[in-house]
């Protein structure tokens, strides 16, 4: 049964995908002596790509989003603070 492929939220550049696809095929090798070819890790990092990046993606936003209020939150407390009676 096949599968529609999803695409990837996130894309490398071309020299970033190269650099990517040298350190899995590096930590596979070292980690694990697996020695797998250009094209089987090329699926493993469209895998990490299409289906673990988002959660990153995501948790990235959240953290921003936070970070934000927080900083809109002390920037309204200081112009209170300016505001003239």
């Given at each position: ?10 894309a490398?550049d071309?020299a ?9 095929k590096r ?6 002596e ?19 990046a988002?959660?990153?993606y ?5 953290d ?6 927080d ?15």
């Amino acid at each position: 049964m096949s599968r529609a492929k999803k695409e990837p939220i996130l894309a490398l550049d071309a020299a970033q995908e190269q650099e990517a696809l040298l350190v899995l095929k590096r930590f596979l090798s070292d980690r694990f002596e697996l020695e797998l070819g250009s094209f089987e890790v090329q699926e493993v990092l469209d895998l990490f790509a299409r289906d673990i990046a988002p959660y990153y993606y995501n948790k990235a936003i959240l953290d921003v989003q936070t970070h934000l209020k927080d900083r809109f939150e002390s920037i309204e407390s200081d112009l209170w603070a300016l505001e003239k009676s």
